[in-house]
Protein backbone atom coordinates (compact mmCIF):
# COMPACT_ATOMS: atom_id res chain seq x y z
CA UNK A 1 0.00 0.00 0.00
CA UNK A 2 1.44 3.22 -0.69
CA UNK A 3 1.80 5.91 1.33
CA UNK A 4 2.58 9.74 2.15
CA UNK A 5 2.42 11.14 5.30
CA UNK A 6 3.28 15.15 5.74
CA UNK A 7 4.14 16.89 8.76
CA UNK A 8 5.68 21.01 9.79
CA UNK A 9 2.66 22.61 8.99
CA UNK A 10 1.61 25.38 11.25
CA UNK A 11 1.28 29.06 12.11
CA UNK A 12 3.99 31.45 11.23
CA UNK A 13 3.83 35.70 10.67
CA UNK A 14 4.45 37.11 7.77
CA UNK A 15 8.39 37.02 6.75
CA UNK A 16 8.87 33.81 8.92
CA UNK A 17 9.66 30.54 7.53
CA UNK A 18 8.59 26.33 7.80
CA UNK A 19 9.69 22.80 6.47
CA UNK A 20 7.70 20.75 5.65
CA UNK A 21 8.58 16.81 5.53
CA UNK A 22 7.05 14.12 3.27
CA UNK A 23 7.97 10.53 4.29
CA UNK A 24 7.13 7.73 1.46
CA UNK A 25 6.54 4.27 2.05
CA UNK A 26 5.15 1.46 0.24
CA UNK A 27 4.27 0.96 -3.29
CA UNK A 28 5.99 5.13 -4.09
CA UNK A 29 8.35 5.92 -7.04
CA UNK A 30 10.60 8.19 -4.94
CA UNK A 31 12.94 7.32 -7.41
CA UNK A 32 11.15 9.17 -10.10
CA UNK A 33 9.19 12.00 -9.14
CA UNK A 34 7.51 13.76 -6.23
CA UNK A 35 6.13 16.93 -6.00
CA UNK A 36 4.39 19.74 -2.88
CA UNK A 37 1.18 20.65 -3.63
CA UNK A 38 -1.37 23.61 -1.70
CA UNK A 39 -4.87 24.42 -2.22
CA UNK A 40 -6.36 27.38 -0.16
CA UNK A 41 -10.23 27.92 0.46
CA UNK A 42 -12.16 28.52 -3.11
CA UNK A 43 -8.88 27.77 -5.02
CA UNK A 44 -8.10 24.65 -7.32
CA UNK A 45 -5.00 22.37 -5.92
CA UNK A 46 -2.06 24.05 -7.63
CA UNK A 47 1.71 22.67 -7.62
CA UNK A 48 4.50 24.32 -5.94
CA UNK A 49 7.68 22.60 -6.51
CA UNK A 50 8.14 19.02 -7.77
CA UNK A 51 12.10 16.77 -8.30
CA UNK A 52 13.02 14.28 -10.44
CA UNK A 53 15.54 11.45 -9.65
CA UNK A 54 17.92 13.83 -11.53
CA UNK A 55 17.44 16.39 -9.01
CA UNK A 56 15.96 18.46 -11.63
CA UNK A 57 13.49 20.68 -10.07
CA UNK A 58 10.38 22.53 -11.10
CA UNK A 59 8.98 25.45 -9.53
CA UNK A 60 5.50 27.80 -9.43
CA UNK A 61 6.23 31.26 -10.36
CA UNK A 62 4.41 32.31 -7.35
CA UNK A 63 7.06 30.94 -4.78
CA UNK A 64 10.39 30.51 -7.04
CA UNK A 65 13.54 32.25 -4.80
CA UNK A 66 11.29 31.85 -1.55
CA UNK A 67 10.72 28.02 -1.46
CA UNK A 68 13.33 24.94 -2.16
CA UNK A 69 12.53 21.55 -2.72
CA UNK A 70 14.93 18.63 -1.62
CA UNK A 71 15.20 14.59 -0.71
CA UNK A 72 17.36 12.92 1.82
CA UNK A 73 20.15 10.36 -0.02
CA UNK A 74 17.85 7.78 0.45
CA UNK A 75 14.84 10.04 -1.83
CA UNK A 76 12.14 7.99 0.66
CA UNK A 77 11.98 11.72 2.36
CA UNK A 78 10.11 14.90 0.85
CA UNK A 79 11.35 18.77 1.96
CA UNK A 80 9.78 21.95 1.34
CA UNK A 81 11.61 24.76 2.98
CA UNK A 82 9.49 27.88 2.86
CA UNK A 83 10.94 31.15 3.65
CA UNK A 84 9.69 34.56 3.53
CA UNK A 85 6.06 33.47 4.14
CA UNK A 86 3.17 35.35 2.56
CA UNK A 87 0.18 35.26 3.67
CA UNK A 88 -1.06 34.06 0.44
CA UNK A 89 1.07 31.14 0.79
CA UNK A 90 -1.84 30.34 3.37
CA UNK A 91 -3.08 26.72 2.34
CA UNK A 92 -3.43 22.98 2.79
CA UNK A 93 -0.33 21.17 1.50
CA UNK A 94 0.04 17.97 0.12
CA UNK A 95 2.82 15.99 -0.48
CA UNK A 96 2.10 13.79 -3.88
CA UNK A 97 3.91 10.80 -5.88
CA UNK A 98 3.85 8.12 -8.34
CA UNK A 99 3.55 4.34 -8.38
CA UNK A 100 4.11 4.44 -11.80
CA UNK A 101 8.20 4.07 -12.73
CA UNK A 102 10.23 5.80 -15.01
CA UNK A 103 12.47 8.60 -15.69
CA UNK A 104 11.24 12.48 -16.90
CA UNK A 105 13.66 14.90 -18.07
CA UNK A 106 11.13 17.58 -16.27
CA UNK A 107 8.75 16.97 -13.03
CA UNK A 108 5.57 17.93 -13.68
CA UNK A 109 3.60 20.29 -11.60
CA UNK A 110 0.56 19.12 -12.80
CA UNK A 111 -1.74 17.32 -10.43
CA UNK A 112 -2.46 14.96 -12.80
CA UNK A 113 0.88 13.54 -13.12
CA UNK A 114 0.39 12.02 -9.52
CA UNK A 115 -1.68 9.29 -7.87
CA UNK A 116 -0.40 9.03 -4.44
CA UNK A 117 -1.66 11.89 -1.85
CA UNK A 118 -0.74 12.62 1.58
CA UNK A 119 -3.27 13.42 4.33
CA UNK A 120 -2.10 17.42 4.21
CA UNK A 121 -0.95 19.75 6.62
CA UNK A 122 -2.21 23.44 7.39
CA UNK A 123 0.36 26.50 6.71
CA UNK A 124 -1.59 29.97 7.85
CA UNK A 125 0.54 32.66 7.53
CA UNK A 126 -0.41 35.73 9.25
CA UNK A 127 0.06 39.45 8.65
Known amino acids: QAHLVESGGGSVQSGGSLRLSCVAS????????MGWFRQAPGKQREGVAS???????SVADSVKGRFTISQDNTKTTLYLQMNSLKPEDTAMYYC?????????????????????WGQGTQVTVSS
Open 96 to 116: AGTTSAGTYWTPPLHPTAYNT
Open 26 to 33: GYIRSDNY
Open 51 to 57: INNYGRT
